[in-house]
């Protein structure tokens, strides 16, 4: 018997599924591995494949100690399966099948749908390492850097754990996903990531700190909802992914948190009190509030277009079928299957905007999407708070979901950001001064400078609080040239 705690590293794959004794999925893992490195060498972090970086790798997945940091080749990283604990007597905790016992199998008459969320779930995962690559040739620090390769050697990880299920549950079928998980590739024209904020550019750092805020929180949202999943491997997976996701979320967070602290310091040193003054603020070599205001915009409505259309009859048939939940079903009072309830949804009314009664059903991506705003909003209040403190005078504010959309009910209209539905005309005389223009872009384009000495940060960015594992302010977390 396997010890599920602990991970094994005897094998090519670390991992605690015991996969020693479960020798045909190995085989089918160790034949996938070879592609995986040549995509990690190819279409991962561009130009430090040498580089001796300070990354954690999980030991265990026990939550208060599966982490051990050393330094490590990135190609050389240890990905492992890993799964949280099996719970005992677990039982399907919604839908049709509400209180049977969790699948330990796919059940059979909803394995295209299952599969079909892996799939989209283990699309998005190579997607972001993918779109962060040329990212280490302008990081700001050691520190930053190092937290970037740390959330792409993560977000690898997670590939794995998908692959891991469709390897194992779904046969041949699962197989050739796995393949075409390697294939598709972010932005590409004839072969594109599948869902649309895995294909955008992440062209600097900024974009990179708004990303991991906005998208990865998209990422703690669809796990948590899989990880109520009625098919057990899947919700274990899940489970031990979100640990690592809150890293992602601290990385981003702390990042644009450190960004205003260094805007707003540098305001007060030169004496500049009004936020709007552009060109002062830009003057001084640092991103003014208004701009980080647009990049908010612009990274907080592609990941609400990630939540799928408000109305859905894929999300009704996914939680009927008991495979995807909604956000802290368990904490949830009612009756997990929701036949006879509503759930309010917005939507465009004679050119204006209104609540409507949905059946909640078919309402569950809206309903995982104000969870998800809600979220979103809290961690806004944390960035004005550090505003506030300095005493510049301005406030972040998430845009109306009305703007700038994709997908869903706003797809084919156009919204200010207070939610005032607008003309074609109204829209392109206003989209510069709520959307990163291309004069914005390029002027955070020229404060992207590499540093690289230890305990150095790029001026337009203030030092974290603390380092990574109670390490001093001047550690050397990346050796990018170890010879
Ligand atoms: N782009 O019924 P609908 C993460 C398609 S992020 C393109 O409205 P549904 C991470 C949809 O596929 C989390 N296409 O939506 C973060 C469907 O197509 P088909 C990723 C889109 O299916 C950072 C049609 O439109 N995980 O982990 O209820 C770094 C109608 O769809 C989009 C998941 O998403 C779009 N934005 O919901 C690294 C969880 N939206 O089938 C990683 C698994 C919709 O008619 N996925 N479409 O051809 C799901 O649960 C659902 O598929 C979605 C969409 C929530 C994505
Ligand atoms: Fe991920
Ligand atoms: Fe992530």
Same mark, same amino acid.
């Given at each position: 018997m396997h010890d599920a705690i602990h991970v094994d590293y005897d094998t090519m794959i670390p991992n605690n599924v015991g996969l020693s004794e479960d020798r045909k999925v190995l085989k089918a893992l160790e034949k996938w591995h070879p592609g995986y490195i040549d995509w990690w060498k190819g279409?991962?972090?561009?130009?430090? *494949?040498?580089a001796l970086v300070y990354l954690r790798t999980a030991v265990s997945v026990d939550p208060k100690g599966w982490a051990k940091f050393d330094y490590v080749k990135m190609p050389e990283y240890r990905w492992g399966i890993l799964l949280a604990p099996q719970e005992e007597e677990? /039982?399907?905790? $919604?839908?049709?099948?509400?209180?049977e016992a969790a699948w330990q199998e796919v059940p059979g008459e909803h394995r295209a749908m299952l599969r079909r969320l892996i799939v989209i779930q283990g699309d998005t995962e190579p997607a972001s390492v993918e779109q962060q690559r040329h990212l280490g040739a302008t990081a700001p620090s050691l520190y930053d850097m190092r937290n970037l390769f740390q959330v792409n050697v993560e977000e690898g990880r997670h590939l794995w754990a998908m692959v891991y299920l469709l390897q194992k549950y779904f046969g041949r079928d699962g197989r050739e996903e796995s393949e075409e998980l390697l294939q598709r590739h972010s932005g590409?024209?004839? /072969?594109?990531?599948?869902?649309? @904020?895995?294909?955008? @550019?992440?062209?600097?750092w900024l974009s990179f700190f708004m990303f991991t805020f906005f998208t990865d929180r998209d990422g703690k949202m669809q796990l948590e909802s899989l990880a109520q999943s009625g098919f057990d491997p899947l919700s274990r997976t899940c489970r031990f992914m979100l640990t690592e996701e809150a890293h992602h979320m601290f990385v981003g967070e702390t990042g644009v948190g450190r960004t205003i602290q260094r805007t707003c310091d540098a305001m007060n040193e030169a004496g #500049?009190?009004?936020?709007?003054?552009i060109n002062r603020v830009r003057d001084l070599g640092v991103i003014d509030l208004p701009t980080l205001q647009k990049k908010a915009n612009m990274h907080y409505t592609l990941s609400l277009d990630?939540?799928?259309?408000?109305?859905s009859t894929n999300a009704a048939n996914a939680f009927n079928a008991g495979l995807k939940g909604r956000f802290h079903e368990s904490r #949830? !009072?009612?009756?997990? *299957?929701?036949? /006879?309830d509503t759930y309010p949804v917005v939507k465009r009314v004679n050119g204006h905007i209104e609540m409507v009664d949905t059946p909640a059903l078919s309402a569950l991506n809206m309903r995982l999407r104000d969870d998800y705003a809600r979220d979103c909003e809290k961690g806004v209040g944390r960035w004005n708070k550090i505003i506030e403190k300095t005493g510049v005078d301005f406030q972040l504010k998430l845009p109306h979901t @009305? $703007?700038?959309?994709? #997908?869903? !009910?706003? @797809? *084919?209209s156009e919204a200010s950001p207070d939610g005032d539905i607008l003309s074609a005309d109204e829209w392109a005389a206003r989209k510069d001064d709520w959307l990163p223009s291309k004069a914005d872009g390029d002027f955070i384009a020229s404060l992207m400078e590499q540093v690289t000495t230890p305990g150095k940060y790029a001026g337009w960015i203030a030092p974290p609080k603390v380092g990574i594992d109670n390490k001093p302010g001047d550690f050397e977390y990346v050796k990018i040239d170890p010879s």
């Open positions: 279409l991962g972090p561009d130009g430090f *494949q040498e677990r /039982k399907v905790p $919604f839908g049709e099948y509400k209180g590409d024209p004839d /072969k594109p990531r599948m869902l649309g @904020a895995f294909n955008e @550019a992440t062209p600097d #500049i009190d009004d936020p709007y003054d990630l939540f799928g259309s408000e109305v #949830i !009072e009612d009756d997990h *299957q929701l036949t /006879k @009305a $703007f700038h959309r994709g #997908i869903g !009910e706003f @797809a *084919q």
